[in-house]
């Protein structure tokens, strides 16, 4: 089971890679705006601290990475309502219709990949999941 989860992540890098290369970001810079995406979608605010907690980099390496996608035309910094102190990062609409396609075509092949699950084969894929993400959340952290 761990080789084939180890080949899985090995397949899904190769392809955020390509995404990648495809919208002219490095991994790091498409795994922040997925990031920010998600986030914005589920009605979350952004600061560059949560990319810097998110990715585990250096607030320095954040300010760059955020400076290139800005400077894309991925991301804008507005003022943040409710702490004017920071800004929020929200993804521009050219992001959201540059990822939309790729992101939309990868999901809609996953999903149908899931389809070919019973009900409890799908149960147990998803709990081993869960285990794995709670573990590996786990390495490293103070708690």
């Known amino acids: 089971m761990l080789e ?7 397949a899904e890098a190769a392809m ?5 290369t ?3 970001l490095g991994e790091n810079d498409l795994l922040a705006l997925r ?3 998600d986030q914005r979608a589920g009605g979350h605010p952004v600061a560059s ?15 760059v990475l955020l400076r290139r996608l800005e400077s ?4 804008e910094r507005r003022e943040n309502m409710a702490d004017r102190r920071s800004s929020e990062i929200v993804p521009t609409p050219a992001a959201e219709g540059d990822t939309g396609p790729m992101l939309a075509i990868a999901q809609n092949s996953m ?14 894929v998803t709990r081993f999941l869960t285990m794995m993400r709670e573990t590996v959340d786990r390495i490293g952290s103070a708690t």
Do not use: C, N, P, W
């Open 22 to 24: 495809a919208m002219g």
């Open 35 to 37: 990031f920010i995406l």
């Open 111 to 124: 999903a149908a990949a899931i389809q070919t699950l019973s009900v409890e084969e799908a149960r147990v």
């Open 16 to 20: 955020r890679r390509r995404t990648g």
């Open 72 to 75: 894309g035309g991925f991301i």
């Open 4 to 10: 084939a989860l180890h080949m899985y992540r090995a």
């Open 49 to 63: 601290k949560d990319i810097t907690r998110y990715l585990g980099i250096s607030s320095a390496s954040t300010s």
